[in-house]
């Protein structure tokens, strides 16, 4: 059985810590699209600062990565769940960065 948007979006928030509220939204494509912002910090005009993923490229996992990179600088010592995968983020990062060179 899967879970409803607003369970998945409960366990997200859980994980995310207390500086973040997520959202996540429906796509044209009919995926889950996964908005993670922080409740402090403010870019353009009044806009929060968030990460906003679609579901195609595991949107869970990339909109909570960002968010942990942007937890951690700029809100280092704030305690969060989502920390944990920090490595994880790390890695996945490199490895894009890797993909995008293409070898060069």
Known sequence: MTASRSARER???????PLARVKI?????????????CTTCVVKGDRSWS??????DNGYMAAMYWWIFHLTEKHPGVAAPC??????????????????????
Request: proline share 4%; charged share 30%.
């Open 51 to 56: 990460a906003y993923r679609p579901g195609a």
């Open 83 to 104: 920390l944990a995968f920090l490595p994880e983020a790390q890695q996945r990062l490199h490895e894009r960065r890797e993909q995008s060179d293409g070898g060069r």
């Open 25 to 37: 939204d429906l796509g044209a494509d009919r995926q889950f699209v996964y908005k993670i912002s």
């Open 11 to 17: 366990k997200a928030a859980a994980e995310a810590g």
